[in-house]
């Protein structure tokens, strides 16, 4: 059994920073590909990013690559999401997920366990 909490969302103003970050616990956490994705009222859950279990490789969806920034620490079984020039867009539930695979999806159903959501509203 896997457990995953996100911590760190809030309410900020458009152009801020936000640092979200995911704990771990259970099962190994540190051979697996970590991801983020967000969920916004009405809309679809909506990947955000992924990173390998090294940390060697991420992936960004479009409308938050060159914003946003994920890295992990496999010692502290964490995974961060560091959200810069934070839009209104950006509301939603963030969520950490964990992979059934070795590679790096997009796709929401390839991810096995996930966290209860943290939120984030940017609001002026």
């Known amino acids: 059994q896997v457990q995953l909490v996100e911590s760190g969302g809030g309410v900020v103003q458009p152009g801020d920073s936000l640092r979200l970050s995911c704990a771990a616990s259970?099962?190994?956490?540190?051979?697996?590909?970590m991801a983020w994705f967000r969920q916004a009222p009405g809309k679809e859950r909506e990947f955000v990013a992924a990173?390998?279990?090294?940390?060697?490789?991420?992936l960004y969806g479009d409308s938050v690559k060159g914003r946003f920034s994920i890295s992990r620490d496999n010692a502290k079984n964490t995974v961060y999401l560091q959200m810069n020039s934070l839009k209104p867009e950006d509301t939603a539930v963030y969520y950490c997920?964990?992979?059934?695979?070795?590679?790096?999806?997009?796709?929401?159903?390839?991810?096995?366990?996930w966290g209860q959501g943290t939120q984030v509203t940017v609001s002026s």
């Open positions: 997920a964990r992979s059934i695979y070795s590679y790096m999806s997009m796709d929401r159903d390839e991810y096995d366990y």
């Open positions: 259970g099962r190994t956490f540190s051979n697996y590909v």
């Open positions: 990173i390998t279990w090294t940390g060697g490789s991420t």
